[in-house]
């Protein structure tokens, strides 16, 4: 056992004390936080309960742009975007377009949140939203983190954001799904072990074991904090923050809670591994047991009978016992070449002449079972006198006086040596090796998945300090101790999904309306565990958070939306590079749709981004794939359209940017090997690329 991991907790614990000069918080802020904070159990206006909220009203007839205008064009385009991460589909644009009902809006975001995309847009919100990567910084792309399994986290994310109506579920199962019951009783919850898979890709590990564990509990409290509270805990590591109601002390106790689980053990060269979960019932596991057992028994029959026909073989290679001896010396004595070579042009196998010099003591120290023989004594004089005759005659005694037993370097049970065998002993064998092999071919499989474990890593001492919940959260005079301290993930998703259920739900709400382009609060920082005093834009945050805990996600989105429509002017959202990608692929209608499943990590891959591998830094599109999806459009423009070049105008015009082409647009003449040029200006526009 090693006191490293207490150590290294414990100096973040000491480290605490006045804040320093670098610390990077605004004077207005630490002003604003130096204000006399909450008194003991008052809480804070973000736990206070979420309004009733009535059925949803129908939008507004005014907050609806009329037919055929570029407000409603442009409205069509972001909501559809936000939405699916998508462009609008050229009969689903024509009919928005064109409808002169009040209720088309709420017909286009039923239409939109009904669909699978909507569930992914809303998992890529989240996962960057958390840091979520498919490997770590500076990892090379065939490393993954955990190696090549992090998907599963994506895949039942974007499956709970389908179902789940509530986001204190989401938050209970990612901090601690394992604990959930699984289907059988005493079975586990494979969907609860991949939702905690989340907590796998904290950090990356390093060849040190201590250390490996160590930087993953500070680094997944850090994660855990940001996500789920709200809070930065990079100052607090160090020293008290003024601008942080959070002592440092007290965020070791949230580091002390990761510290009592963990997800690595020592690997058999003594480095971190993976810790490795089965998620196969009692049941199958029972039935695996009685499988493995009649497998053992069924090879062991092989190996006994190899063994049997080993002795026998061995036997017969008596006779050559002298050659194989001289051969041995005389490989010895040889400087190059191989010996594979070298017992060929001899006639003899390689692999009895390689046994012979290790029983030769040839090639280091001789086995035991040899310097026991009669003739090992003779052996020695004869290497040491070293002439051609002598080892010939040492030889002569050796094949005099060899018997062949396991230890005879003839004596090779291995498979390699089956084609010596007689026909009959080489069929008796293969009817039991494929006995043996039918066997295993039946074993119930045995799934196992990367999860987290309960209590302090193997082989190290749980730190010190125990895990609290800090007094941030419970409103007492001093943070909460966790007892068992295994508990420490249930405590604060049973707190997430308590009494902290409805900030958690203000804080999706807050995230959700961010992602999807519309700020419902001027300062994030304004939703916090320490803030008494409720900003003005408050009743939109909670009009959000309601529909979110009655209706699931999308009810909150189609509220942000409707608040979006019905109080413009609104801030332009401009494509990242995996959204433009993704938007290129689909007008050129090379959008695999495939959904679920590893990464694909070729730069070529038409998957969506959410299925391409998520790195730290994603790569940005390539000329290469720009002029190549420009060439596409193009060929889909001359299929749809037709040879009239001004028809196929209207064509990419409409499938881009939901409009007939401009005066100018039409003016604009070039022959048919123009039109990928022209397709490649439209996908690089500043009007494809942004959404007012």
Same mark, same amino acid.
């Given at each position: 056992?090693?006191?490293?991991?207490?150590?290294?907790?414990?100096?973040?614990?000491?480290?605490?004390?006045?804040?320093?000069?670098?610390?990077?918080?605004?004077?207005?802020?630490?002003?604003?936080?130096?204000?006399?904070?909450?008194?003991?159990?008052?809480?804070?206006? *973000?736990?206070?309960?979420? $309004?009733?909220?009535?059925?949803?009203?129908?939008?507004?007839?005014?907050?609806?742009?009329?037919?055929?205008?570029?407000?409603?064009?442009?409205? @069509?385009?972001?909501?559809?975007?936000? @939405?699916?991460?998508?462009?609008?589909?050229?009969?689903?644009?024509?009919?928005?377009?064109?409808?002169?009902?009040?209720?088309?809006?709420?017909?286009?975001?039923?239409?939109?949140?009904?669909?699978?995309?909507?569930?992914?847009?809303?998992?890529?919100?989240?996962?960057?939203? =958390?840091?979520?990567?498919?490997?770590?910084?500076?990892?090379?792309?065939?490393?993954?983190?955990?190696?090549?399994?992090?998907?599963?986290?994506?895949?039942?994310?974007?499956?709970?954001?389908?179902?789940?109506?509530?986001?204190?579920?989401?938050?209970?199962?990612?901090?601690?799904? /394992?604990?959930?019951?699984?289907?059988?009783?005493?079975?586990?919850? %494979?969907?609860?072990?991949?939702?905690?898979? !989340?907590?796998?890709?904290?950090?990356?590990?390093?060849?040190?074991?201590?250390?490996?564990?160590?930087?993953?509990?500070?680094?997944?409290?850090?994660?855990?904090?940001?996500?789920? @509270?709200?809070?930065?805990?990079?100052?607090?590591?160090?020293? /008290?923050?003024? *601008?942080?109601?959070?002592?440092?002390?007290?965020?070791?106790?949230?580091?002390?809670?990761?510290?009592?689980?963990?997800?690595?053990?020592?690997?058999?060269?003594?480095? $971190?591994?993976?810790?490795?979960?089965?998620?196969?019932? %009692?049941?199958?596991?029972?039935?695996?047991?009685?499988? @493995?057992?009649?497998?053992?028994?069924?090879?062991?029959?092989?190996?006994?009978?190899?063994?049997?026909?080993?002795?026998?073989?061995?036997?017969?290679?008596?006779?050559?016992?002298?050659?194989?001896?001289?051969?041995?010396?005389? !490989?010895?004595?040889? =400087?190059?070449?191989?010996?594979?070579?070298?017992?060929?042009?001899?006639?003899?196998?390689?692999?009895?002449?390689?046994?012979?010099?290790?029983?030769?003591?040839?090639?280091?120290?001789?086995?035991?079972?040899?310097?026991?023989?009669?003739?090992?004594?003779?052996?020695?004089?004869?290497?040491?006198?070293?002439?051609?005759?002598?080892?010939?005659?040492?030889?002569?005694?050796?094949?005099?006086?060899?018997?062949?037993?396991?230890?005879?370097?003839?004596?090779?049970?291995?498979?390699?040596?089956?084609?010596?065998?007689?026909? /009959?002993?080489?069929?008796?064998?293969?009817?039991?090796?494929?006995?043996?092999?039918?066997?295993?071919?039946?074993?119930?499989?045995?799934?196992?998945?990367?999860?987290?474990?309960?209590?302090?890593?193997?082989?190290?001492?749980?730190?010190?300090?125990?895990?609290?919940?800090?007094?941030?959260?419970?409103?007492?005079?001093?943070?909460?101790?966790?007892?068992? %301290?295994?508990?420490?993930?249930?405590?604060?998703?049973?707190?997430?999904?308590?009494?902290?259920?409805?900030?958690?739900?203000?804080?999706?709400?807050?995230?959700?309306?961010?992602?999807?382009?519309?700020?419902?609060?001027?300062?994030?920082?304004?939703?916090?565990? !320490?803030?008494?005093?409720?900003?003005?834009?408050?009743?939109?945050?909670?009009?959000?958070?309601?529909?979110?805990?009655?209706?699931?996600?999308?009810?909150?989105?189609?509220?942000?939306?409707?608040?979006?429509?019905?109080?413009?002017?609104?801030?332009?959202?401009?494509?990242?590079?995996?959204?433009?990608?993704?938007?290129?692929?689909?007008?050129?209608?090379?959008?695999?749709?495939?959904?679920?499943?590893?990464?694909?990590?070729?730069? /070529?891959?038409?998957?969506?981004?959410?299925?391409?591998? !998520?790195?730290?830094?994603? %790569?940005?599109?390539?000329?290469?794939?720009?002029?190549?999806?420009?060439?596409?459009?193009?060929?889909?423009?001359?299929?749809?359209?037709?040879?009239?070049?001004?028809?196929?105008? =209207?064509?990419?015009?409409?499938?881009?940017?939901?409009?007939?082409? =401009?005066?100018?647009?039409?003016?604009?003449?070039?022959?048919?090997?123009?039109?990928?040029?022209?397709?490649?200006?439209?996908?690089?526009?500043?009007?494809?690329?942004?959404?007012?």
């Amino acid at each position: 056992m090693t006191r490293l991991f207490s150590m290294l907790l414990g100096a973040l614990v000491t480290a605490g004390g006045a804040p320093g000069d670098e610390c990077p918080a605004s004077p207005a802020l630490r002003e604003a936080h130096a204000r006399p904070r909450l008194a003991p159990g008052e809480r804070p206006w *973000a736990m206070a309960a979420l $309004p009733a909220r009535p059925s949803p009203a129908p939008v507004p007839a005014a907050a609806l742009p009329v037919p055929h205008s570029e407000a409603r064009r442009h409205l @069509l385009r972001r909501l559809t975007f936000v @939405l699916s991460g998508l462009p609008p589909r050229e009969d689903d644009a024509g009919a928005f377009l064109a409808d002169p009902s009040p209720r088309a809006l709420d017909t286009v975001l039923g239409r939109l949140l009904a669909d699978s995309t909507a569930a992914q847009r809303l998992a890529e919100v989240w996962l960057r939203a =958390t840091g979520h990567a498919d490997r770590w910084p500076d990892a090379p792309a065939a490393a993954g983190a955990p190696p090549g399994e992090a998907w599963r986290y994506r895949d039942w994310l974007v499956s709970s954001l389908r179902s789940s109506p509530d986001p204190s579920r989401l938050a209970r199962l990612t901090l601690a799904g /394992d604990s959930a019951a699984g289907s059988e009783p005493g079975a586990p919850n %494979p969907s609860g072990l991949t939702a905690t898979m !989340w907590h796998l890709t904290a950090a990356p590990p390093t060849t040190d074991y201590e250390e490996t564990v160590v930087r993953w509990a500070g680094r997944q409290a850090e994660r855990t904090a940001q996500a789920f @509270l709200g809070l930065d805990l990079s100052c607090a590591s160090c020293h /008290d923050h003024p *601008a942080l109601p959070l002592p440092t002390i007290e965020a070791a106790g949230l580091v002390s809670i990761f510290a009592h689980s963990h997800a690595y053990v020592r690997g058999p060269d003594g480095t $971190p591994t993976f810790n490795r979960v089965s998620t196969a019932t %009692p049941t199958t596991r029972k039935k695996r047991a009685g499988a @493995l057992a009649a497998i053992a028994a069924a090879e062991a029959v092989v190996d006994g009978m190899r063994h049997e026909f080993a002795l026998l073989t061995a036997a017969e290679f008596l006779p050559q016992t002298a050659e194989y001896v001289r051969a041995a010396w005389a !490989w010895h004595q040889a =400087t190059q070449g191989s010996r594979a070579a070298f017992a060929a042009s001899r006639g003899l196998l390689e692999a009895p002449l390689e046994h012979w010099g290790a029983a030769l003591g040839l090639g280091g120290d001789p086995p035991a079972h040899s310097m026991s023989t009669p003739w090992w004594a003779g052996w020695v004089h004869a290497r040491a006198e070293g002439t051609p005759a002598a080892i010939a005659a040492a030889a002569r005694v050796i094949q005099d006086s060899h018997t062949t037993d396991k230890h005879s370097p003839f004596f090779n049970p291995s498979p390699a040596m089956d084609a010596f065998f007689t026909l /009959d002993q080489q069929t008796r064998l293969a009817r039991q090796a494929e006995k043996a092999a039918a066997l295993r071919r039946r074993l119930p499989d045995d799934p196992q998945i990367p999860a987290l474990a309960e209590g302090a890593p193997p082989g190290l001492e749980p730190p010190a300090l125990p895990p609290q919940l800090p007094t941030l959260l419970t409103r007492g005079a001093r943070p909460m101790e966790i007892i068992p %301290p295994a508990a420490g993930r249930r405590a604060l998703a049973t707190w997430l999904e308590g009494e902290g259920a409805t900030f958690f739900t203000r804080l999706a709400a807050l995230r959700l309306a961010e992602g999807l382009g519309h700020s419902l609060l001027p300062e994030p920082s304004g939703l916090g565990l !320490w803030a008494s005093a409720r900003p003005a834009e408050a009743a939109a945050l909670d009009a959000v958070a309601a529909r979110l805990r009655t209706g699931g996600w999308p009810a909150a989105a189609r509220e942000v939306l409707r608040l979006q429509a019905a109080a413009p002017p609104r801030p332009p959202l401009r494509l990242g590079g995996s959204e433009w990608r993704d938007a290129v692929l689909f007008v050129t209608g090379r959008l695999d749709p495939r959904q679920g499943g590893p990464p694909d990590p070729a730069p /070529d891959s038409p998957r969506r981004g959410l299925y391409r591998e !998520w790195a730290p830094l994603p %790569p940005a599109p390539t000329e290469a794939f720009l002029h190549a999806h420009a060439a596409a459009l193009a060929d889909l423009a001359r299929q749809k359209a037709g040879t009239d070049p001004a028809v196929q105008l =209207t064509f990419i015009t409409f499938r881009l940017f939901q409009r007939q082409p =401009t005066a100018a647009e039409r003016a604009e003449r070039g022959g048919a090997s123009d039109l990928a040029a022209r397709c490649a200006q439209f996908l690089t526009s500043e009007e494809f690329r942004s959404l007012p």
